[in-house]
Nanobody
Framework: VQLQASGGGLVQAGGSLRLSCGLS????????IGWFRQAQGKEREGISC????????YYSDSVKGRFTISRDNAANTAYLQMNNLNPEDTAIYYC????????????????????WGQGTQVTVSS
């Protein structure tokens, strides 16, 4: 399985971006999807996940109410819509997939996803 994250860029505070995560080598609906980010000098932080069916989603407190995770299993692509961005959101964003893990706080805290994309840079200017 390979993951390709894209959609990052430079945006002003208050702006929006939509990240995409394309999966190849298998079918997306076999996988729980997670989004993580890592700011310079900080640990990788789990920010959102979605179950295989799309029925369950989970967000960290840092992004709840501003970010929305979604998936299009037919297109083998997951998304992270990011609104009301602020400079603290500046980081490299990674998507991850795992066929077994259950979406929730444990999944984001443990980071035990089997497959990871290469990351896409998001920079928010003040």
């Amino acid at each position: 399985v390979q993951l390709q994250a894209s959609g990052g860029g430079l945006v002003q505070a208050g702006g929006s971006l939509r990240l995409s995560c394309g999966l190849s080598g298998n079918t997306l609906n076999y996988y729980t999807i997670g989004w993580f980010r890592q700011a310079q000098g900080k640990e990788r932080e789990g920010i959102s996940c979605m179950s295989r069916s799309g029925d369950t989603s989970y967000y960290s407190d840092s992004v709840k109410g501003r970010f929305t995770i979604s998936r299009d299993n037919a297109a083998n692509t997951a998304y992270l819509q990011m609104n009301n961005l602020n400079p603290e959101d500046t980081a490299i964003y990674y998507c991850a997939a795992d066929p077994h893990i259950t979406c929730g706080n444990y999944a984001l805290m443990s980071r035990r996803f089997a497959s990871w994309g290469q990351g896409t840079q998001v920079t928010v200017s003040s």
